[in-house]
């Protein structure tokens, strides 16, 4: 089975990005993408709608860190502090060698490839690092940008589950798209 130790933390970096810890120093950054109706649009998660609230998700994220079942990256343009963007591994099931990867950015950094090269880094980590099998990402079957952003960089149609979740008095579809460690 795999060993899982975030300890300490990996920053990443890309050709325009950094990727580091979310901290409470963050909490404006995390309100503005979490509060934001465009960002969450595919995800079936309540908006914040404080600064408490925030606080309380990044002091989420980082026991999820400490713990060593999931990573977060606040994603960065290189020389700026501001978080634009969230990625990381969720669910990661290490007795199967697989997680799974989600992300979020602010509406207006979209169609710029920041998505995707936030991706590439954070799936070379699982693969590399991580050691992981295979990656697996979940999304709303009307999110066509993010379905794009997937198989740009080589994840494959699972399957769709049809009705699969419940929320906010509605049943949603679910995509599953994965990759493999070759």
């Not at 998660?45 to 990044?58: F, G, S, V």
Request: aromatic share 8%; charged share 30%; no cysteine.
């Amino acid at each position: 089975m795999l060993e899982i130790n975030f300890t300490p933390f990996p920053n990443l970096e890309t050709e325009r990005l950094t990727l580091k810890q979310v901290t409470t120093d963050d909490v404006e950054d995390i309100f503005e993408l979490r509060s934001n109706t465009e960002v969450m649009k595919y995800i079936p998660r309540p908006l914040l709608q404080n600064k408490e609230e925030a606080l309380e998700l990044i002091a989420m994220l980082n026991d999820k860190i400490e713990n060593n079942i999931g990573i977060n990256w606040g994603i960065r343009l290189k020389n700026d502090s501001k978080i634009i963007g969230i990625i990381g591994h969720y669910r990661i099931k290490p007795e199967h060698y697989r997680a799974e990867v989600g992300y979020m950015l602010l509406p207006e950094y979209n169609g710029k490839g920041i998505v995707s090269e936030a991706l590439q880094r954070v799936v070379e980590y699982g693969f590399k690092e991580m050691k992981l099998h295979s990656i697996e990402a979940i999304l709303d079957p009307k999110n066509g940008g993010s379905e794009k952003v997937l198989l740009k960089n080589g994840f494959v149609k699972e399957a769709h589950l049809l009705e699969n979740e419940y929320y906010d008095g509605r049943f949603l579809d679910t995509l599953i798209y994965s990759i493999l460690n070759k």
